[in-house]
């Protein structure tokens, strides 16, 4: 449905010859403006030029309080406009795909080799999730597809974030159909030289009875494996060591543009797909 709600945002240049040679190609922009306005007031609300943190003082109002909270506010709004310089983009990216299709996902995480804090967009076609998954909370795994290059991955391999000796060699992964079709709209083709090599690597935050390791239970973990070679190249402890809960760490956001019947919101494709369509042949 995706695929063929893409073809009505009229972004692809074409030429058609049916029913006659020359016929009109032009698509109703109802679909694009719809989801352009949307980007452009939530970037607008989401992202003001002074920095999107605000703070709350909760319970007892004081002039220590108030210190600490701007300093907190201050703090983090320089982490999102000045450390994290890739925040905005990939904040705009997910708002993009999040009026069209209806869900759209971020992480946020530590990268030990930028030795700071890393805020990106999930493409929907790059994260698996449970078909009974109601919340990213309270399901008990999901993983993250990652396209690596190499020189990232020796340097994931030198900070000691992974361990792999046999991992292979970087090949160029098979395209999604999702990520396909929005390649072909785009005028876009896959390379095939060893500049696009890649690896690609299954984050899988699942839950692990491991023996020997903490209490006799499932507890949660991130087990990373490497696909073409199926090797494991790191598990880490996914708590708070000392909680005495054991409570998963989430990193991913989940945003819905509205929320649907199940896990995944809907969007604009949804609402206005049959619209445009008709529009369209109407326009035409």
């Known amino acids: 449905m995706f695929e063929r709600g893409f073809d009505l945002l009229g972004l692809k240049l074409e030429e058609k010859s049916e029913p006659f040679e020359g016929a009109c190609s032009a698509v109703h922009p109802v679909l694009i403006e719809s989801a352009v306005k949307f980007q452009s007031k939530a970037s607008q609300e989401l992202f003001p030029p002074a920095g999107p943190v605000k703070a709350q003082i909760l319970g007892e109002y004081t002039d220590e309080k108030q210190e600490q909270a701007q300093r907190v506010k201050d703090f983090m709004n320089y982490q999102l406009t000045a450390q994290i310089p890739e925040y905005f983009d990939e904040m705009e990216r997910s708002l993009f795909q999040l009026a069209l299709v209806g869900s759209a996902f971020k992480k946020n995480y530590f990268d030990v080799g930028l030795n700071r804090i890393v805020s990106e967009f999930v493409p929907l ?21 990652i396209h690596m290059s190499p020189v990232e991955m020796e340097r994931c391999l030198i900070a000691e974030m992974y361990e792999g000796e046999d991992i292979g060699d970087p090949y160029a992964p098979e395209l999604t159909d999702l990520t396909a079709k929005m390649d072909n709209i785009m005028g876009l083709s896959q390379g095939s030289n060893a500049n696009d090599a890649q690896y690609v ?18 507890l949660p973990y991130i087990v990373t ?16 060591k000392d909680d005495p809960r054991k409570n998963k760490k989430t990193f991913f956001t989940h945003y819905k543009y509205v929320p649907g019947f199940g896990f995944y919101g809907l969007g604009l494709i949804h609402f206005l797909g049959n619209l445009t369509m008709t529009a369209t042949s109407a326009l035409r």
């Open 201 to 218: 690597l299954l984050e899988q935050h699942v839950y692990l009875d491991l023996d020997g390791f903490e209490e006799d239970m499932s």
């Open 225 to 240: 494996v490497e696909e073409q070679s199926q090797q494991v190249i790191g598990i880490r402890r996914n708590y708070n």
């Open 125 to 145: 076609d790059q994260f698996y999730v449970s078909y009974y998954a109601t919340n990213l909370e309270t399901v008990d795994s999901y993983t993250h597809l």
